[in-house]
């Protein structure tokens, strides 16, 4: 309601036209093509939705309306299109290599809803035949000709809210651009429902500027002066990950995961007590318990993971991406050590520390390993080891899902289809993702059952969990508050100047 009334402010650059031209590939793009998929077309993003109608809906002819209108439903779609410039992407592989191109929108193109009628189908029938139904709509993406958008409806009966299922190539979405998509699509059938026009909120910085910008910053003395950083960290100190299966395919097919989660106060004090005291981020408490897991397990203190971001950066001034749709995701390699380290105080203070040293949370390296124009640089980054875990802290993403998707779109449990192709190796041996939903922190361990059984897996989740909870247990009630140097970066002090400085403060108080 907010933002509804916000009146535009001058300063900020954005781009509210209508890009049609060649966008230049960013990193996270460049990631993609640079994988061996044989069905690159099926790799997306999807969502499966209840529509649930609040009770006594009217439209604009004061009749009461149980469900979802086709006709109404691609004018949204419609919408939607011309707004979003990256619902328009297409891609060509030519002779010097992948190419994106933003489409115009044709006013008697064919807009990518299909409406499915259930039916007639029994009730008992109809969820496998809806994921029949929804996985020949995640593998029908035209990454050349598009779309690559689709949107099904499901008709199931008068009893049953119809589902509706929403299908984006990844190279155009990421988690963020959800929550701008369902709340536009939302405002946007709202608007029609009373009669009115579709009128979206404005549109902030354009993914085409994005993109250049990044690759003007690549060529950049400031991006250069991060090669030192990538090249200097312990590599060669990494140790392979264990194996119960070392000739197992680790195929897409094979995946499976392994959940957990804490209580809703343990969750409140990993939110709101260690931040505060320690002046942490959630995830560098994620990723201090995950170093000790994986040290118990592998036998090392040192753990070479990749750190999936946002990628959404404040990096300059008049760029504003809280309303771009498109694939942001930053995908940084670190390495975390916590050798000779004992107590779990000092295990996070050196997480941290070591997190923080990174350049701008580790944006600059996709940038220079795929973006510079100096090809020593890029054989050197590409000649690092590759991580075998990847970890992702999606924070309480869920949670604001949910209320962008508003009072009729819930998200269904399950049914979407296959989301890729099953016929593809997997990236990593190993997928961390954490997330907070209902106010506990749920964290997930997809694995490959050709390569490990699903018992060890649950034994190092289970050693995760332990050294977190240890972690919070130990952390979250310590004397006084808890610092690090880069808490005071123009100080210059190492951590045993700091502690020495600030006991003789609390000696003085």
């Not at 029994?122 to 593998?139: G, I, W, Y």
């Not at 590599?235 to 957990?260: F, Y």
């Not at 923080?356 to 944006?363: E, L, N, T």
Request: proline fraction near 4%; charge should be negative.
């Amino acid at each position: 309601e907010l933002a509804a009334a916000l009146e535009g402010v001058s300063g900020n650059s954005t781009d509210s036209s209508s890009a049609t031209s060649r966008v230049p590939l960013t990193p996270i793009q460049h990631w993609f093509f640079e994988q061996t998929l044989p069905e690159r077309h099926h790799w997306n993003l999807a969502k499966l939705m209840d529509v649930c109608l609040p009770d006594l809906v009217v439209d604009r002819n004061f009749k009461i309306v149980s469900h979802l209108d086709p006709a109404l439903l691609r004018q949204c779609i419609r919408a939607l299109l011309m707004h979003h410039d990256a619902l328009r992407l297409r891609f060509k592989n030519e002779a010097h290599g992948w190419q994106q191109t933003c489409a115009a929108v044709e006013m008697d193109q064919e807009v990518p809803l299909t409406v499915f009628d259930l039916t007639t189908v029994p009730v008992a029938e109809q969820a496998s035949r809806l994921e029949a139904l929804a996985t020949e709509v995640q593998k029908s993406l035209d990454l050349a000709k598009g779309p690559i958008i689709r949107v099904a409806l499901f008709n199931l009966g008068a009893q049953q809210p119809q589902k509706l299922l929403i299908v984006i190539h990844h190279l155009a979405v990421d988690i963020v651009s959800w929550q701008i998509i369902l709340s536009d699509l939302q405002t946007a059938y709202q608007q029609l429902m009373k009669g009115e026009q579709i009128q979206l909120l404005s549109k902030t910085t354009a993914f085409k500027a994005w993109a250049e910008q990044l690759s003007a910053y690549a060529q950049s003395q400031k991006a250069q002066q991060e090669r030192g950083y990538w090249l200097g960290r312990p590599w060669n100190s990494v140790r392979r990950l264990p194996v119960d299966h070392p000739a197992g395919v680790n195929a897409e097919v094979s995946a499976r995961t392994v959940s957990t989660s804490l209580s809703t106060e343990e969750t409140r004090v990993l939110l709101q007590d260690l931040p505060k005291f320690y002046r942490v981020q959630v995830k560098d408490v994620l990723l201090t318990a995950l170093v000790q897991a994986f040290a118990h397990w592998a036998g090392t203190s040192t753990l070479h993971v990749d750190l999936e971001g946002h990628g959404r950066e404040d990096l300059w001034e008049g760029v504003d991406l809280s309303r771009t749709v498109g694939w942001f995701t930053a995908i940084a390699p670190t390495c975390l050590d916590l050798t000779g380290i004992a107590r779990p105080e000092d295990a996070l203070k050196s997480v941290k520390e070591q997190l923080r040293a990174m350049p701008y949370g580790g944006i600059g390296f996709g940038i220079l390993r795929y973006l510079s124009h100096d090809e020593g640089i890029k054989r050197q980054l590409a000649a690092l080891p590759r991580a075998e875990v990847v970890f992702n802290y999606r924070g309480q993403s869920s949670q604001s899902l949910s209320d962008h998707e508003g009072t009729w779109l819930k998200l269904a449990q399950a049914g979407g289809g296959a989301v890729r192709s099953l016929d593809v190796n997997r990236c990593y041996l190993l997928e961390v993702n954490g997330s907070i939903d209902e106010n506990r922190l749920h964290v997930s361990l997809t694995y490959s059952e050709n390569i490990h059984e699903r018992e060890t897996i649950e034994q190092v989740l289970a050693c995760y969990t332990e050294k977190l909870r240890a972690l919070i247990q130990a952390c979250q009630a310590p004397a006084q508050e808890s610092f690090t140097p880069s808490d005071f970066p123009e100080a210059a002090l190492s951590q045993q100047q700091l502690d020495s400085l600030m006991a003789k403060l609390n000696q003085q108080m």
